[in-house]
């Protein structure tokens, strides 16, 4: 399976992670967006209380002033701290009781002025009746005052800002609403030119905000702590989505490449077995043309052989047939294997005896090609394999070496302890197998079969079949090879 092919199947979840990373982004942005609302309701919430408190103390004055007014002002006893009002412009501003007790005439704005004394001392809340215009200097408005009674003039009925300047504890408020003329105060404003309706000046007044301001601080942290957990919740909730369907996909993948992979090799395996067919096929068919050959001459004319000629062309015939014989037997084990009906039965098999024994089959083939066998196994290394399948593949890969060893040479059988694997190769000096063969010497399916140095016949499914079945026992087998140098088989078995 190539690269491309892989990505084809496989599902891109960098495309998933940015999907969540903007779904999380939200999130916070909504989150974000909610809190900052939430902390503008509570100051909001601030302002308006201490709004209240502020409009209901000018009230409070307005309402105290007018009642004052309406008296046209109030006469009260001199003392050492109320003096006559040198700015009242009134007659009879000052007048003696029959008893002899001085009284002066208060006018709303001395009243304000002394209300707001006490105040200050009780409370901390501080007026100021003020005018731009004013007729005692000391009156004069302060800076944002100023602004707040030129805001009146264009129609503005209140002002109010948080006096920032101080630490948040000792914040004050301030609230402004102007003082309109209203006819009892014609008594003594008419005179300035006043009428009624017009803006004569106004009452700043200061409440104290450190305590609400205190609460309101408390307030905003608990909302950011609620809007923290609810984040983080929110977020683990979302990461945890993204942690399902990343694993989602990831096994989504994993399942599709394997199928994927599956179907390559089902494609690979059916092809390889068209193929087999084919080279079976005309595998078979060569062998029998020659029984078919060899028994029409029989047939035809066996009066005009001898019967030294008949045994030659019988024993042609009886080659033929073997070789056919072998074939198919190869070929019936091959399709057991490929079924799977073939089980190992699995048992400890001392090697030198083993080697031994099927080492002495081939000990006339050998001989005849002066071939000579050594083996090199350890006396009592045992190996736990299936006996019969052991024997086939060693009787297997003895022939084949003895196939293609030429006369005079030599095979060698070596059988060793590796780490936790028992290692068996067959050695020889013989012709040894071109390149290209051995690229393809275990597919099934690849014409192979060649003879040996004699002429010896081989299927060529011999070496396929060893190989699947020390698969079969968990091992590995392999070749290496040197044209004209030998071959050596080798496999290894876990113990
Ligand atoms: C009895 C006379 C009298 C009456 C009634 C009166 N005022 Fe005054 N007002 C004065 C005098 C005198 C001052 C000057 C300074 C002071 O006493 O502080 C003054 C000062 C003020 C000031 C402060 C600014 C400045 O010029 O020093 C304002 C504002 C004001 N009056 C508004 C009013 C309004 C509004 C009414 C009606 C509800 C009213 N007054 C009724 C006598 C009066």
Redesign the pocket.
């Known amino acids: 399976m190539n690269d491309n092919s892989l990505t084809l199947v496989k599902q891109d979840y960098s495309k998933i992670r940015v999907i969540f990373i903007s779904i999380l982004a939200l999130w916070t942005i909504l989150i974000g967006v909610m809190l900052l609302w939430e902390i503008n309701i509570d100051k909001k919430n601030t302002r308006s209380i201490i709004m209240a408190q502020a409009k209901s103390f000018y009230k409070q004055i307005v309402i105290t002033?007018?009642w004052?007014?309406v008296h046209?002002?109030v006469y009260v006893p001199v003392t050492e701290i109320t003096q006559p009002?040198p700015?009242?412009?009134?007659p009879k501003r000052d007048v003696t009781t029959t008893d002899g007790t001085k009284l002066t005439?208060i006018?709303?704005?001395?009243m304000t002025?002394q209300i707001a004394e006490i105040a200050f001392e009780k409370g901390d809340i501080r007026f100021h009746?003020?005018?731009l215009?004013?007729?005692?200097p000391a009156?004069k408005a302060e800076e944002w005052e100023r602004k707040a009674l030129s805001a009146f003039k264009g129609k503005m009925d209140e002002f109010s800002e948080w006096d920032k300047e101080k630490p948040a504890d000792k914040q004050y408020f301030r609230y402004m609403a102007p003082?309109?003329?209203?006819t009892?105060?014609l008594?003594?404003?008419a005179k300035q030119g006043y009428k009624e309706g017009d803006i004569?000046?106004?009452i700043s007044v200061s409440v104290p905000a450190g305590d609400l301001l205190a609460v309101q601080k408390n307030t905003i942290l608990n909302s950011i702590l609620g809007y923290l957990i609810i984040w983080f919740f929110g977020s683990l909730g979302i990461a945890t989505a993204f942690y399902f369907v990343r694993n989602d996909i990831r096994s989504r993948n994993k399942l599709n490449a394997e199928l994927y992979e599956t179907k390559g090799s089902l494609e690979t395996s059916m092809k390889e077995k068209d193929k087999f067919f084919s080279v079976i096929a005309h595998d078979l068919k060569s062998p029998f043309t020659g029984v078919l050959g060899l028994s029409q001459i029989i047939t035809d004319d066996i009066e005009n052989f001898n019967p030294s000629e008949i045994k030659n062309i019988v024993e042609k015939l009886h080659t033929s047939i073997g070789r056919l014989f072998k074939l198919l037997e190869n070929l019936l084990e091959w399709s057991r294997l490929q079924r799977g009906l073939i089980k190992l039965e699995l048992v400890k098999i001392p090697v030198k005896k083993l080697v031994e024994e099927n080492t002495a089959l081939f000990a006339s083939k050998a001989e005849l090609k002066n071939i000579r066998i050594f083996s090199n196994v350890p006396d009592d290394l045992e190996i736990v394999a299936d006996k019969q399948i052991l024997s086939l593949v060693l009787r297997n890969l003895i022939s084949n070496s003895v196939k293609f060893t030429p006369n005079g040479g030599e095979i060698t059988i070596t059988v060793s302890d590796e780490n936790k694997q028992t290692r068996v190769s067959v050695k020889d000096n013989g012709i040894g197998i071109p390149p290209e063969i051995i690229s393809v010497i275990f597919k099934v399916g690849e014409k192979i079969s060649r003879l040996g140095t004699e002429g010896e016949e081989s299927t060529g499914l011999g070496l396929i079949i060893c190989k699947e079945f020390i698969e079969k026992h968990g091992g590995t087998f392999s070749v290496i090879s040197e044209t004209g140098k030998g071959a050596e088989f080798t496999f290894l078995i876990p113990k």
């Not at 003082?179 to 209203?182: C, N, P, S, T």
């Open positions: 002033r007018l004052s007014s046209g002002g009002n700015y009242l412009d009134v005439l006018n709303p704005a001395y002025r009746i003020t005018s215009n004013p007729i005692r009156n003082l309109i003329v209203e009892p105060c008594k003594c404003h004569r000046g106004g």
